[in-house]
């Protein structure tokens, strides 16, 4: 903190000094998301309270509960309450605290809500930070360990029924391991159990979000329609409210799974013959928040992940986070940054100081 708030000199001599201060924005809106309703608020309204902003703290209408607790244990803490407000609601309330006169806003969410608070914003010039959708995709390469990309991918897809903002939901294979990669890969996820969440041994449970169930069937719907194969799942269980974890091939670009925010435990995995065909195909699409590259040779996935337009890159990882550096999008996925120093300066404007004369 002290690297980012200490006053930083970028040049002096015997005649003036010029010198860079940073100040809070002053008062912010920070809306938060439902899937991981204390994690993600934590990434943007910590920040700001410790470089000195007072925070207008909106939870998830689906997770009023966990906003609150947030808001009483600081308070416990000893936080005034006009420092840090929650408030309840959904988007019709929402658009009501855009309207108050504040200094800058942390949104997290789609991408269809986020260009909403980009316009209601726009002639307000205050910053504002959106954390948006994603279609995260990665590239197994023919050099790469298998068995450990298959196992690693097989989770980052469908953690958290996939209802994570870097889930994974495209994967392309080198032709010459799609194979071994596939089968792999679809044996790792009928080991998956579905069923009660409060269960220790149940890996998939109900999506957050009802509705969610018929998107998702509609995705898997249209990809067949359109030439997919279902290699396992495919469909809704346990009453409607908890849907398979379900591995589609044969797929095409001109499928919405392979286009379109799914947000579930579905997957497109697409054969490929070659790393500049992967790249390609990685890049299409509207998003750039993850992508990943599974080979073992370093150079080879530094060259890749260079061409990448994302704004986070792994190498033989995915679904992976920290707090040490920035997490932000490109194009659809949003704009700014949280984590990182770049996610405390962005809670933060600078000010410049031309101090002329005698010291």
């Known amino acids: 903190m002290d690297g980012v708030l200490k006053p930083s000199v970028r040049r002096e001599n015997d005649k003036f000094q010029e010198e860079v201060r940073r100040d809070p924005l002053g008062t912010v809106v920070n809306i938060s998301a439902w899937n991981y309703p204390f994690f993600v608020g934590v990434n943007a309204f910590v920040p700001s309270l410790l470089t000195g902003n007072s925070v207008i703290y909106k939870p998830s209408e689906h997770t009023l509960l966990v906003g609150q607790h947030i808001g009483k244990l600081l308070q416990e803490a000893g936080l005034p309450l006009d420092v840090f407000s929650v408030v309840a609601g959904t988007g019709v309330q929402a658009v009501q605290l855009l309207k108050l006169p504040v200094d800058g806003v942390f949104f997290t969410g789609s991408l269809e809500t986020g260009k909403k608070i980009a316009a209601q914003m726009a002639g307000k010039m205050v910053p504002v930070q959106l954390e948006l959708g994603g279609k995260d995709p990665t590239y197994v390469a023919d050099d790469a360990d298998v068995e450990k990309a298959a196992l690693s991918l097989a989770d980052g897809a469908m953690y958290n029924s996939g209802q994570s903002c870097c889930s994974v939901e495209r994967i392309y294979v080198h032709d010459k391991v799609y194979e071994k990669f596939l089968e792999t890969f679809v044996k790792e996820v009928k080991t998956f159990k579905t069923g009660d969440p409060k269960s220790a041994d149940t890996y998939i449970g109900p999506l957050t979000l009802p509705d969610r169930v018929k998107f998702l069937e509609n995705q898997v719907t249209d990809a067949i329609k359109k030439g997919a194969s279902i290699e396992v799942g495919g469909k809704a269980t346990h009453e409607g409210r908890i849907f398979e974890p379900t591995v589609l ?5 001109d499928m919405d799974v392979m286009k379109e925010e799914s947000f579930g ?19 299409d699409t509207q998003y750039g928040l993850t992508a990943g590259i599974y080979s073992q040779s370093r150079d080879r996935a530094l060259k890749l992940m260079n061409k990448i337009n994302s704004g986070t890159v792994y190498w033989n990882a995915c679904d992976r986070v920290s707090p040490y550096v920035p997490w932000n999008g490109r194009k659809g996925s949003g704009i700014g940054s949280t984590l990182g120093l770049e996610g ?15 010291k």
């Open 344 to 358: 405390i300066i962005a809670t933060t404007r600078p000010k410049s100081y031309h101090l002329v004369g005698s």
């Open 265 to 283: 435990p579905i997957i497109g995995i697409m054969k490929v013959d070659g790393d500049d065909a992967a790249v390609k195909l990685m890049n």
């Open 249 to 253: 091939t044969n797929v095409t670009h």
